[in-house]
């Protein structure tokens, strides 16, 4: 089953300098028709950052079938009380070809094809923490041989004009992550690289 997968992953993590606990957490599944990936990040950093962002996936990975919007809703709920979070969710439909997603807050999308055309996307603003909020799903066409790059705002303007996004092999595009970017975080870094072939 795992080489028959369609999209590549290659995934970069790493606290803050001085931290143990990384505030980011994520989650990613490739499943028969649908491909999931979300990243979150608790407010500040540090154990209850962990906490509220790790309560998040669990949540997203036990609701992987529902739509962006219920499973933002569902996330929504289980943090009043806790510490806020941003999230952001990137759904592939490999049936409909099409993919959906949502950020609230400061996580980065960024989507690049073959004819070297990339796209930013703009977040909602704020973040989740218990209260009911607006966010916006952007769906849009799946091409062949697209990347998606996802990122916590702990990859800053710098590391990402210097990252290879149109590298057609994702863990050549995390090595140069790596290489490049200081090895000392200022926040909580994640930093996800998808292809689809
Ligand atoms: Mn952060």
């Known amino acids: 089953m795992t080489d028959m997968k369609r999209i590549n992953v290659a995934v970069f993590q790493k606290p803050k300098k001085g931290k143990y606990y990384c505030g980011d957490s994520y989650f990613y599944l490739e499943t028969e028709n649908e491909f999931l ?108 041989n697209m990347n998606f790059i996802m990122f916590s705002d702990g990859v800053n303007d710098k590391d990402l004009s210097d990252l290879d996004i149109f590298g057609n092999n994702v863990e050549n595009i995390i090595k140069t992550f790596q290489y490049k970017s200081k090895p000392e975080r200022d926040d909580d870094t994640t930093l996800i690289a998808m292809r689809y072939q």
């Open 37 to 144: 990936c979300a990243i979150a990040d608790g407010l500040g950093s540090g154990e209850y950052a962990r906490e509220s962002s790790q309560i998040v996936i669990d949540i997203i990975r036990k609701n992987m079938n529902e739509s962006i919007e219920s499973i933002i809703k569902i996330c929504n709920e289980q943090l009043f009380g806790k510490r806020g979070v941003v999230l952001g969710i990137l759904k592939i439909n490999f049936d409909s070809m099409l993919y959906s997603f949502s950020s609230i807050g400061n996580i980065g999308i960024v989507t690049a094809n073959r004819n070297k055309k990339k796209k930013r996307n703009i977040p909602s603003s704020g973040y989740l923490a218990g209260y009911p909020r607006k966010f916006k799903v952007i769906q849009e066409r799946l091409e062949k």
